[in-house]
Nanobody
Framework: DVQLQASGGGLVQAGGSLRLSCAAS????????IGWFRQAPGKEREGVSC????????YYADSVKGRFTISSDNAKNTVYLQMNSLKPEDTAVYYC???????????????WGKGTQVTVSS
């Protein structure tokens, strides 16, 4: 079955960095784009980033552009999200899911899993 396990979250101060991992099972990430989404308390879920492993096309939300970098390791069937210069407004539960995306479009396919908590203190 299709499963994606997000990990690597934690508590950091503003300006710090975290690297999130999304380990996929039941499919190969070479066959699907993988997107990162987040949901903060009192806010709706939003798309953050996405990568198409076969062609390297990436998507970044305007709010994270220049601070976050998405990458993939097909040998490990894992997608990463390097988050630098973190801000308190980045605080959220982060999820990964198979997605459709281009450089300016992201649609998740709703295989959310448990997600991983990122908390950024001011």
């Amino acid at each position: 079955d299709v499963q994606l396990q997000a990990s690597g979250g934690g508590l950091v101060q503003a300006g710090g960095s975290l690297r999130l991992s999304c380990a996929a099972s039941g499919f190969t990430i070479d066959d699907y784009a993988i997107g990162w989404f987040r949901q903060a308390p009192g806010k709706e879920r939003e798309g953050v980033s996405c990568i198409g492993s076969r062609d390297g096309i990436t998507y970044y939300a305007d709010s994270v552009k220049g601070r976050f970098t998405i990458s993939s390791d097909n040998a490990k069937n894992t997608v990463y999200l390097q988050m630098n210069s973190l801000k308190p407004e980045d605080t959220a539960v982060y999820y990964c899911t198979p997605s459709l995306c281009s450089s300016d479009y992201l649609l998740g396919m709703n295989y959310w899993g448990k997600g991983t908590q990122v908390t950024v203190s001011s």
